[in-house]
């Protein structure tokens, strides 16, 4: 999968990640679409995808696969910390 097909989740208006997944599906015709997200903004990806599957696109997409993990960093003053992620796949029926 490219990373043309991905959408990342971050600090834009809601409603610009939403329209970003329906233009995948509709104007380049993707057949997959990846919503990513880390920390605080998983929340919001599964908001967006949702959104876009229920209000949007109704019954021509679903959700083919989730994934979840977790990363390690160092912060500057040498603690480790942990930063989880997801990934949501939403694919043509």
Known sequence: MKDENSIFVGNKPFLNYVTGVVMQFTSRGASEVIVKARGKFISRAVDIAEVARKRFLGDTI??????IDSEEFQTKEGRTIRVS???ITLGKK
């Open 85 to 87: 992620n997801i990934e």
């Open 62 to 67: 679903n959700i083919k696969d989730i994934k």
